[in-house]
């Protein structure tokens, strides 16, 4: 079965800090993994992705993740938070091995980031 | 490049009234997927398309949901009767994949449904 954990429903930070959305995984393959950020009532927007390769993705809007095959994790990471980031995250996986490709995603974690 | 459309934006319904959901996706869109988004989870996927025909359907409610898209491109979800806990956003979304798994979705602003 595959499932992803989001452990923290909120995360709060002051803008200018960095910022750590954390994401946990199980697949019973090799993983994708992507996360997509929710603004008010608007749909979920892409914004980077896991293939292969380099460890440490970079996206849009300066974020970035890293994946760690061992710890089965993608977490989310931004140098310098900014308050217009606030938003509700969330991170998905599918298994590259599914021809399905069903695409799991985890709760999400609202970002707040105060002036 | 024009995003995925969804209409209506919001929809109030008592239980056991019908409603239905129309999706554009962007063009050339080969995948089509319909989400369910239950406040505070992330989305469910319901049913997904590869042109006109049917993927994954194996987490809709067959009994009372239904989902078709003629002629591979718009496509429409219907309920029929509604339960109370159909209240969710409905989120449509839509990608190349041309037989990439890695292909990233682009969504829909979404419906969001009320049954009262």
């Known amino acids: 079965a595959q499932s992803v954990a989001q452990p923290e429903d909120q995360v709060n930070v002051a803008e200018g800090n960095p910022l750590t959305v954390k994401c946990t995984y199980s697949v019973s393959g090799n993983p994708y993994l992507f996360w997509y950020v929710q603004y008010p009532n608007r749909g979920l927007q892409f914004l980077l992705k896991y293939i292969t390769g380099d460890n440490l993705v970079k996206g849009s809007y300066g974020f970035e993740a890293e994946f760690n095959k061992s710890q089965t994790s993608f977490h989310l990471k931004k140098p310098s938070a900014l308050v217009s980031d606030s938003a509700l995250y969330f991170c998905a996986v599918r298994d590259r091995g599914s021809t399905l490709g069903r695409l799991y995603f985890g709760r999400g974690t609202q970002l707040t980031v105060w002036p | 490049e024009a995003g995925v459309a969804q209409s209506p934006r919001y929809k109030i319904i008592e239980k056991r009234q019908s409603v239905a959901f129309w999706c554009n996706p962007i063009?050339?869109?080969?995948?089509l997927y319909w989400y369910q988004q239950i406040l505070g989870q992330g989305p469910k996927l319901l049913i997904q398309?590869?042109?006109?025909?049917?993927?994954?359907d194996s987490q809709l409610p067959k009994d009372r949901f239904s989902a078709e898209r003629l002629k591979g491109v718009d496509s429409t979800l219907k309920i029929q009767p509604a339960k109370l806990e159909d209240s969710a956003v409905y989120l449509c979304?839509?990608?190349?994949?041309?037989?990439?798994?890695?292909?990233?979705?682009?969504f829909g602003p979404g419906t969001r449904l009320t049954v009262t």
């Open positions: 063009s050339g869109h080969a995948t």
């Open positions: 398309f590869q042109n006109n025909g049917v993927v994954d």
């Open positions: 979304a839509s990608s190349s994949h041309r037989g990439r798994g890695y292909d990233e979705q682009y």
